[in-house]
């Protein structure tokens, strides 16, 4: 996850970080990410069943409910373990969590234990009584997918209409006093909608938007048509920096991020120094240290509607174990899982250009999902959404190169 706002605009400096002694109890939401003691952000599809067929699905969501989905007391169970455990966030997600009876009572049973929960919904199902009972039970921030305009986003969601119900939920969501946030996926279809939901944040005020790269987990095969080339990917990153930028300049401080490249990061650092704005520049960099990187399998973890852990939402074909045969604590910190112990030592196991790249520090590698997916990729191959050139990587003047 890369900050737009806080590299870019510099909306966070290092010494906020500091002044919390970063640890991730008494850090706020926005600067979770760059916590010293780094326990997992908890991706939990909490549900399978879901009220639309979308293209870039990860999960793989369907209509009907999963006949091994963990019960309401194994799911009261799990957030009593990942709240003990001090997770800082759980994200209910899907499916469209909204479908499943018991959410209100999950979450609210996991804010009563000081975590924070969020929700990712596709807002077909929010009314003024959902949103009102959500802020009543402590939701710190609802993100309602927005796939584009609208031609783009009923084509991506297949169901036409769709695209007024999830404006309808933004705006019913503001009026109930949530914190609301935009979520898209990047895609060919939707990379010229950018300014225009760059005005509709600005019309509304809506306080957060996060664009997330297309990740191809080896389930659906029809996105390569969608998945936008390394230069389109460096144009959406330069107009996204560029609109961040202009509502700063009109007082407007929304929180901007980039999701699912780490190469984000350090193009924005170069963007910079390209720009002449080197002190800003220095500034990111030290936040793109202290983030790590990529952070599967340490910093964020998913768990599945059937109970099963994965090392990030994506990688789906990698189950570390199941909450109902061990706890979550026990699955995530087992010494003898090797890929969980590799994971965390990412450095000596990369490969290829990303072995010798200046970036890796502040990289961690990209996605590794998304390496494994590739054609010919491996677990430990080059992320081949980096968009970064070679001469990018291996030369410069910058603090890396020089070895500081």
């Not at 091994?68 to 169970?77: G, I, N, P, S, V």
């Not at 009593?80 to 455990?85: A, M, P, Q, R, V």
């Not at 999950?106 to 000081?114: D, F, P, T, W, Y």
């Not at 404006?167 to 898209?184: C, F, Q, W």
């Amino acid at each position: 996850m890369i900050g737009i706002s806080k590299l870019y605009c510099s909306s966070v400096e290092p010494s906020d970080l500091l002044r919390y002694g970063r640890k991730a109890e008494n850090l706020p939401s926005h600067l979770l990410q760059f916590s010293e003691d780094k326990k997992p952000v908890i991706a939990w599809n909490i549900t399978r069943s879901c009220n639309l067929s979308c293209l870039h699905c990860y999960a793989s969501a369907t209509s009907d409910k999963a006949p091994d989905e963990l019960d309401h007391e194994e799911a009261r169970d799990l957030v009593l373990s990942l709240t003990e455990y001090k997770v800082p966030v759980i994200l209910f997600s899907g499916g469209e969590p909204l479908l499943r009876p018991d959410l209100f009572e999950l979450i609210e049973l996991a804010v009563s234990r000081g975590t924070r929960a969020v929700l990712s919904t596709n807002g077909l199902l929010i009314t003024k009584d959902i949103a009102t009972r959500l802020k009543g039970i402590g939701l710190s921030y609802v993100g309602i997918s927005l796939d584009g305009l609208e031609h783009h986003h009923d084509r991506i969601r297949r169901n036409e209409g769709a695209f007024r119900q999830a404006v309808n939920a933004v705006t019913t969501s503001l009026s109930a006093g949530l914190k609301v946030g935009l979520r898209l996926t990047l895609t060919k279809g939707n990379q010229n909608d950018i300014d225009g939901l760059f005005d509709f944040m600005e019309e509304l005020r809506i306080p957060r938007v996060c664009f997330y790269h297309l990740v191809d987990n080896g389930l659906n095969p029809g996105l390569d048509s969608e998945r936008l080339t390394h230069e389109e990917t460096r144009r959406a990153l330069d107009l996204i920096a560029e609109r961040t930028l202009g509502m700063f300049r009109k007082g407007l401080s929304p929180e901007v991020l980039t999701v699912d490249n780490q190469a984000d990061g350090p193009y924005l650092y170069l963007k910079l120094l390209a720009e002449g704005r080197k002190a800003q520049a220095e500034n990111a960099l030290k936040l793109l240290r202290l983030n790590g990187g990529s952070s599967s399998g340490h910093g964020i973890g998913c768990v599945s509607w059937n109970g099963d852990v994965h090392p990030d939402q994506f990688w789906r074909d990698v189950t570390l174990g199941n909450v109902r045969e061990r706890p979550f604590p026990e699955i995530w910190n087992d010494p003898k899982n090797e890929l969980l112990v590799a994971l965390k030592d990412k450095k000596s196991h990369i490969r290829g250009r990303c072995r010798d790249c200046r970036f890796l520090e502040v990289c961690g590698g990209g996605l590794r999902a998304r390496a494994a997916h590739a054609k010919g990729g491996g677990i430990w191959e080059p992320d081949p959404a980096c968009y970064l050139t070679c001469e990018e990587i291996l030369q410069g003047d910058s603090p890396l190169a020089l070895g500081m």
